[in-house]
């Protein structure tokens, strides 16, 4: 069995005049939770609906789970799991109802009644999906892409819409199937979500992966300069620096004790992101 679960070279996707996926090469070890972030249209989903089988590409090679998903079996898709960013679910059927039909895809599914529990939706279990908030509506998906017991689970902007006590329990339940040896590919627009989750993180903008690292190295965070800023009797002051432990020890010497307005920043996801994607535009 390959160590690879996916594997990208050279893949690109035309629309017209448009190249949505213009290039992209791609390795996702078994095993990791992977992160593709990008600003609307940087083609993201484009991306992921070509390793699922779901869209034809232009050029370039793919292989998931050692086959192309150009030519997907029924085999290989019931060794897949699909959290899509529409569903187009059954209004009529309730919560359990659901997922059991899901379950009867799968050859080896898991218990319905587990996967309802561990979306957090045992109390609305007999409740048609018609009456489900946009929250509720979005676990059910997770539900469904999970029921079939994944080797590797695609989820498209998973936890838009969820609530944030929702979002940090989905968060559990990524990890522990992490944890189990499911490799995920999420796409999300949440910062916090792809440091939470992500083993790695890929950021793509305008069709190209413009950098892959762990979330903490990402466009050189864990090597970034802090900045030191203080109030000296002459004003606001500010400094970059290696050592900021080395300039606040000398700061609270030279004021003897507290230093007015202290603070120490290093660069967030965000602004890393954000700088990223501006370069990229
Ligand atoms: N079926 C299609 N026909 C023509 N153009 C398309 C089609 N699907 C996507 N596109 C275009 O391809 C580009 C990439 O779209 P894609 O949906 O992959 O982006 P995304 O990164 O997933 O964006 P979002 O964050 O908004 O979901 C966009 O410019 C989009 O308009």
Do not use: C
Request: charged share 25%.
């Amino acid at each position: 069995m390959d160590e690879t679960a996916v594997r990208v070279r050279g893949l690109r996707k035309r629309y017209g005049d448009l190249d949505a996926v213009n290039g992209v090469d791609l390795d996702i070890p078994r095993g990791e939770v992977f992160a593709l972030l990008g600003p609307n249209g940087a083609g993201k989903s484009t991306t992921v609906e070509i390793l699922e089988g779901h869209r034809r590409r232009t050029g370039g090679e793919v292989s998931v789970l050692d086959l192309d998903p150009g030519r997907p079996t029924r085999g290989w898709r019931a060794r897949i799991g699909i959290v899509p960013q529409t569903s187009n679910e059954q209004p009529q059927l309730s919560v359990r109802e659901m997922v059991r039909h899901f379950a009867g895809y799968y050859p080896a599914p898991r218990d319905p009644d587990e996967v309802i529990e561990a979306v957090g939706l045992t109390g609305k279990a007999d409740a048609r999906l018609s009456v489900l908030s946009g929250g509720q509506r979005r676990r059910v998906d997770v539900a469904l892409g999970i029921v079939g017991d994944p080797e590797l689970l695609f989820l498209d902007e998973p936890t838009t819409g969820f609530d944030p006590d929702a979002r940090r329990r989905f968060w559990q339940l990524i990890k522990g199937l992490a944890g189990g040896g499911t490799t995920i590919l999420l796409t999300t627009h949440y910062l916090d979500e792809a440091e939470a989750l992500a083993d790695r993180v890929g950021v793509i903008a305008g069709g190209r992966l413009v950098e892959v690292a762990p979330p903490g190295d990402l466009g050189g965070r864990a090597t970034a300069k802090a900045r030191v800023r203080w109030t000296g009797p002459e004003g606001p002051q500010s400094l970059e620096t290696d050592s900021p432990t080395q300039v606040v020890a000398e700061l609270g010497h030279r004021f003897d004790g507290e230093v007015p307005g202290l603070t120490v920043t290093r660069p967030t996801l965000e602004d890393t992101y954000l700088s990223m994607i501006g370069a990229g535009r």
